[in-house]
């Protein structure tokens, strides 16, 4: 046990043994209560987030990739052969759309890690706004914009992202 003091004259005090609270301390812990030690969340966490939104990206780019041989090669093999002539020409017009959507999100995920990884002023807000559009995107979507929305979304978070992106300037 550590020797307490009084803070007016020096002497030492004697707490008694078997008192409940007889930790160093204890007798000033309710007298004088603790400053609230705030979360580091942010900070904490930006660095896991940042590169978890940039392997997302590269991971619907890669899906993008797949997808797209998969189906080019359904076409080739004459896979859409029986099907009734409007439905292939609909399917084959709405592929370059599909394409142009996904690989559109693809890199914003990814610059969205950057956004954070490097603390742009604006990556808090980039971030939420995917992470609720992300939440769509299950199983690894939902998750990415859970832990997002965690980390970012309370309102000290923002005060420590506007302290964090200020470091930057």
Same mark, same amino acid.
């Given at each position: 046990?550590e ?8 002497a030492p005090?004697?707490?008694p043994a078997?008192v409940p609270g007889?930790?160093?301390? *204890?007798p ?14 942010v900070?904490?966490?930006?660095q896991?987030?940042?590169?978890l939104w940039?392997?997302?990206?590269a991971y619907?780019?890669? *899906?993008l ?5 998969m ?18 020409h609909?399917?084959?017009?709405f592929?370059p ?5 996904t690989l559109?999100m *693809?890199a914003a995920y990814i610059f ?5 990884l490097?603390r ?5 807000v980039?971030g939420?706004?995917l992470g609720?559009? *992300?939440?769509?995107k299950i199983p ?7 832990y ?8 000290a978070?923002?005060?420590e992202?506007d302290?964090l ?5």
């Amino acid at each position: 046990m550590e020797a307490q003091f009084c803070r007016q004259c020096g002497a030492p005090m004697a707490v008694p043994a078997g008192v409940p609270g007889s930790f160093p301390g *204890a007798p000033y812990a309710r007298l004088y209560p603790q400053p609230y030690a705030p979360q580091l969340r942010v900070q904490q966490n930006l660095q896991p987030l940042g590169i978890l939104w940039c392997v997302f990206g590269a991971y619907r780019l890669v *899906a993008l990739l797949i997808a797209s041989v998969m189906v080019r090669s359904l076409v080739d093999n004459g896979m859409f052969t029986g099907m009734p002539r409007f439905m292939s020409h609909s399917l084959t017009a709405f592929m370059p759309i599909l394409l142009v959507v996904t690989l559109t999100m *693809a890199a914003a995920y990814i610059f969205t890690g950057y956004s954070l990884l490097t603390r742009k002023p604006w990556g808090r807000v980039l971030g939420i706004v995917l992470g609720i559009l *992300a939440l769509l995107k299950i199983p690894f979507g939902t998750a990415l914009g859970i832990y997002t929305l965690w980390v970012l979304a309370p309102q000290a978070s923002g005060a420590e992202w506007d302290a964090l992106s200020a470091d930057q300037r």
